[in-house]
């Protein structure tokens, strides 16, 4: 008699999750839908209004033409007046292949004809007769974050965004528009491919805490070989082997021209470690070895690559035991102020119940760069500056580089600990609340900014 | 009865200021005579003698003829001899206008003929020829300091130039040189206008802090174009729209060769806060938009300048902070050295007779390089280092840079938080005496030094 | 009767000495030579063995010959398959005298004709040719160290390098082998005098600490000067009088090409303090004025030369305090863990019974890097890094480098005096037992490393 009964009822117990899922998950969409269509940019919109540079960045949603002078112009017109008004860009125009081509590509070719509703031209624009470059370039998606392909999107859904200066994310987005428009490397309006193969054109992003890529390619001997003579190489030919001395940034990271810069990496940019003898990255190790053997013996490059592993290995061994101290002091009370004390994130409040530490990275610890308790920020920097200069000096060659790094990351290990020791000695009556609340929580980056950012 | 009485005793009154004050003004400018008149430079020229390099930066007071060779030599004969001696700077002259065109400039038009008393040219004697420019330069001293025309007067004014070490005294004035002689940007001796245009004529001088000019400017977009294709770019062209793809120091600062770099800046290089919509300032600002309008949309560069509006009250919010931190602990005596305790700048005996702490710009914060309570000279690192550097970014185009000290300033402003705090908790029982004197009495920046220089 | 005993006994005890000499003069020879007979590199060669990269390094004791070509070839045969499978190099070979001069220098004349038994080519492979340069080279061992012709064997015989993480070894060596290999500098395989004139060829190694000629070079006015100029110099001319309007590292280090760097600096590149006025430095004194005097005036250059005088003195009577605080710290029994009480180096128990600390040059300071009391590590820092950059700066004419760097000492110094009071105050009380061990016991620079490495 009971059987069939218990039967029955899990038959209608299993129905209450698919109801509420069926129900939820449309409201999903349809809430993060309604989240960003405010004012702003990204997922959390409604939550605050971007700097005026994003019409330059992000000029889909935010470039308003200007709309002092009227009428529709042809090319040679545009030209003419321009010629007077900002002769260098018209000059940049004259060097560029756009004008040298039978069928010259003129300025309203991209920025349109009516002086009245003119657009900046976005990679898409720029699609409509690069269109295998375009396409390579939106491929790179699929390897997910960080990619030059979805680095604006990525950055305007990050939650700090909302609370942090303005001026730092403004800073941080004007890089992150290489997704939004191609002149971040091919600079308007010579547009060249010869430039872009050059290092400079990489590193004016590129360089500098978290990514100093400049410093360490340019510390490596492929760097002081391209200092010493590369003025003096062919620029016009393709990133292929032979045609060069020593390797760009380009020359590894978008061989033979191809626009994917995400599609290599094995140990993903290190934030986070991986396992480099995966099957999907013995094909990556492959592909490195074959491309370092353009000038170097095989059996060398292959060492390189191993010697990257080990550097990867040390560092992660430094970070998970930062990791444990932190998750130590959590489980036992001891940080402060701790998730619930916080003023929230516009978007814990908002997309979450529950607040939680983020220590780690799969807890979110790009999260993590702000207002929290100051000993997470200690392992945050360890992570986030140390941790990344040392996978470039690596990566590129710049020993000293690493060797610096991991000294850094030794001493941040050494002051974790002591300073977990002293809280777990004195708990709170060590900690000074009035400084504490001035800095993290009426400070730069908290609520109180985002009233007068 | 009495009415009368008061008016004539004030009138008595009035009489006692008038007669100090005829007896006092000149007496003033006697001593500063008196005071500049030592073996020394400058206003405090009794209390010091500078380095023998003096000779080279400041060769008006200090350049002795070389006395080796006699004779009176006229230019063909110069060259013939040096031609053998120092081939390289004969070399030069030759690659120089100089020597191109019909009257030639040879050694001894700015030299001298007579071997036994030779002189180092100043820019005065560069005037004969380049009368133009030599105007515009002195032009500048009524923008007062900073500016290239008043670079060395200033400095040599500087109390704290009396007892710091000798070779950093040097070091200061090597570039602070650039009042006195030409070949700071024009090298000698091709003196071409051509190496002044670019960027590296700057830096020799401007890197590093307080002015990390190389740095920003390297690190915009600006200098990654420059350092990507400046070496092919023509650079006899004047500095004018159209002529160069990107902006060097001298396209802004010195724009259509003006030699003048001081009568352009809004924000007093971020030494002091200003308005920055004065009325003085509002054309300036128009100049600037005026300027960046050669390449780039005039909104998006008054947008440019609105962000440094943003940049430098963010700056300032937290030198004010730390001010009225610094001036409660002096309010309640809680500086260690006080004025009183620390040992005289050999200008604070003569000069005055009462001696202060130097707080914030307005009290002398620029003579608080060294000689001050340890807090103080924290305070003054925030201000002079991390404050002028993100001025820096900002106005350079570094945003990255405007970030990096901005969280100098934020750490620097909680640790001065915490050592007010220790020092109210602790007082005088947390100061170590004998490790202070050490330092501060007895050390590098004292008048022990003084007698070692 | 008793006197002839006495001379009997003196007699005999002389003898012991003798004996126990004339034993253990070979056996230390014997062990040397036994110590260095291991599978691994240097003194400690059974101790460790170096990373895969030696065999490029170190080529003579570790390269082993790729094994899956067979045969012999001659020159235009390895041109011909090479041009397939390595274009860069062939292009680089072809661009090189090499190519050029009637009688080619093919490939196999430097690595040998059997592809089963290649080698990479020595300083003695390139002496059949050069040999002129090689002598030169070769003779600068009798300066000693620091040279680059003892910078591998030297490196190799240091004790510290068996329990550092083989990373940092690597880091050390890979420059350390311009003793080994002639591409250092002339880079393969274009091996050309042109390149290893600029600075470049030098700063792939020279920069950093702590040996930052890059950074001192570069702030200069010669290095700013090279950077805007010299691209367009003509480089194939001798390092000589007249051939460049401002000298390179190799212009002054190098004069006219001769292959020796370490037979002219007077302050022993700033590790030990020097009397600068002795009869041989007086003669390098002149050696320096005389080559200055190629651009300044001789006067000039003296004044330099002082100027250096002068930074020394400051620099070591800095050193010299820090060095006897930590003496006292030593004598007084205050420093932890002591010399007993820390692992050994394997060195240390294998070459040594008596172990001890490492204070000052003379004492072994160069083996202070690791394995030492944090306030001897402390010690290690300004003297390693701060005193050798202000060295640097003082030589290249980086003045605000020197400025920087003395700031750091005094910081340094003044830090080392808290330490030393809080030791005294506490003693063992203030150590905290547990962390130290983390880090100088078990932590990355210790036997633990060794069995890990």
Known sequence: MKEPTMKTKKVRYIWI????????????????????????????????????????????????????????????????????????????????????????????????????????????????????????????????????????????????????????????????????KCDSCHTRHKFSAAEARRPEACITCHSGPPHPDDETYFNSAHGQIYLAEGENWDWSKPLRKGNYKVPTCAYCHMNEGKHQVADKPIWKFGIKQVNPLSSGNKIKRKQWVKMCSDCHAADWSAQQLKAMDAERKRAWSKLY?????????RADGFLYPSAKQRPAYPGDTKHSLIQRERIGFFEGQASAFYNVSPIERDYFEM??????????????????????SHKAMDKSLQ?????????????????????????WLKGEYTEFNRENN
């Open 415 to 439: 002051k974790l600990k002591q300073h977990a020791k002293r809280l777990r000695a004195h708990g709170k009556v060590e900690v000074d609340e009035t400084t504490l609340r001035n800095i």
């Open 17 to 180: 999750p698919i109801i509420i899922a069926l129900i939820a998950v449309p409201i999903g969409f349809f809430y993060v839908d309604w989240s960003k269509s405010g004012d702003g940019a990204g997922l959390y919109s409604r939550d605050w209004i971007p700097d005026a540079m994003f019409a330059y960045w992000n000029p889909d949603d935010f470039y308003q033409s200007v709309s002092t002078i009227k009428g529709e112009f042809n090319g040679e017109q545009c030209i003419s007046c321009h010629q007077a008004v900002t002769p260098g860009i018209v000059k940049d125009w004259q060097a560029s292949r756009h004008s040298k081509v039978e069928q010259k590509v003129y300025c309203n070719d991209c920025h349109g004809s009516n002086h009245e509703d003119l657009h900046m031209p976005t990679p898409k624009v720029c699609s409509s007769c690069h269109e295998t470059q375009h396409q390579q370039f939106v491929d790179e998606k699929r390897y997910g974050f960080p990619s030059h392909a979805l680095a604006m999107e990525r950055a305007l859904d990050s939650k700090h965004f909302v609370d942090k200066p303005k001026a730092e994310v403004t800073a941080c987005l004007q890089c992150h528009s290489v997704a939004t």
């Open 383 to 404: 992570w986030y500056f140390e941790n990344l200069a040392a996978y470039r000096g690596s990566a590129h060659g710049d020993i000293s580089f690493v060797n610096k």
């Open 321 to 329: 035991q930062a990791e444990a101290i932190l998750k130590g002091l």
